[in-house]
């Protein structure tokens, strides 16, 4: 089965910038919903961002709200994460998925295989 693609991560000061990538090669990209997770180390993966299937709605999480950015371009079969303002507890691997949302709160049932995930460390 298809896994999603990150890429984009990298090494960043705190108060950086980093765009990060979601390419998935299914033709059926543009019916999905498409949420980035994230994973610290030793902490469970948590949500980050989501986005509705033809990007009409966006979510986040309350820790990054107003520095990250979801998007979308189906006609490419990729989704975007804009990380402004970086802060140290930002440092994680991060993952995206596709899926169906659930809800009104943005949650994302992935509904492919987790990828490799990208790394981000934002140092202090």
């Known amino acids: 089965q298809v896994q999603p693609v990150e890429s984009g991560g990298g090494l960043v000061q705190a108060g950086g910038s980093l765009r990060l990538s979601c390419a998935a090669s299914?033709?059926?990209?543009?019916?999905?919903?498409v949420g980035w997770f994230r994973q610290a180390p030793g902490k469970e993966r948590e949500f980050v961002a989501s986005i509705t299937w033809n990007g009409g709605s966006t979510y986040a999480a309350d820790s990054v709200k107003g520095r990250f950015t979801i998007s979308r371009d189906n006609a490419k079969n990729t989704a975007y994460l804009q990380m402004n303002s970086l802060k140290p507890e930002d440092t994680a691997v991060y993952y995206c998925?596709?899926?169906?949302?659930?809800?009104?709160?943005?949650?994302?049932?992935?509904?492919?295989?987790w990828g490799q995930g990208t790394q981000v460390t934002v140092s202090s």
């Open positions: 299914v033709r059926t990209f543009s019916i999905y919903a």
């Open positions: 998925n596709l899926g169906r949302m659930r809800g009104n709160d943005g949650t994302v049932l992935p509904g492919f295989p």
